[in-house]
């Protein structure tokens, strides 16, 4: 995903990433990422839950206007709420 | 690298392919916005796996051990229901249930409706996201789908990594 994120930015479009491990999103080095506590295969939370689903893309597309350094990797906070 | 990058690479080596090695990328590449958000047209790409039903697309390829670095293209418009998902290496539980937490079309249609982004860009992507020899990956098919964003003149571009 981080080179997929970065041939786009490359060329001039910028990018954000979602995701959920931030050891992996600072390895891959996406332009500009966020993340959230949520297991993987579940990036924009609970299934059903499309408050926190919207939520979470604000955040990450008010990134694109407020990010100003490369390779921020910002956590958004949002914790799973299911067992 | 961490303890779990190590213990994903050695766990791709036993099970799948024994050369693979993550990309490390030192330079970052950087984009200024060239308008306000609520002015752009927003791309969106996943990497979970997800297709078109009903024979529409060929599934990915996901029992190959160096993984299938080809993606597909859906019209913003599609109906959730006629998509599914086929990734081999991650937890299904979730999207199957909702396909929204990893490829998030409707929500993002909303975004356009609520004013959030000016609008969703006509095409939108899925890759499989496993990829243990990246060479077609990088060769081929991402400097297609770069060469398609820009034919639709998108101003950002929101992914996944699933």
Known sequence: ?83 | MSERTDKTRAAVREKWDPEFEWVVNEFIPWAHPRKPLARSRVGLVSTAGVYLKNQFHQPFDGANPYGDPSFREFPNIVDIQDLRTGHTHYNLTYAEQDLNVVFPIDRMREMARMGVIGELAPLVYSFMGYVTRPVRLLADYIPNLVERLRRMDVDAVLLNAV
């Open chain 1, 1 to 83: 995903m981080g080179l997929i994120a970065r041939a786009i930015e490359a060329a001039g479009i910028p990018t954000v990433t979602v995701g959920v491990l931030p050891d992996y999103l600072e390895m891959v080095g996406p332009p500009r990422a966020v993340w959230c506590k949520h297991p993987t295969g579940a990036t924009f939370g609970e299934p059903g839950n499309a408050g926190k689903q919207q939520a979470i893309l604000k955040d990450a597309l008010g990134a694109l206007e407020t990010m100003s350094e490369r390779g921020t990797i910002l956590p958004l906070g949002y914790e799973w709420r299911r067992s």
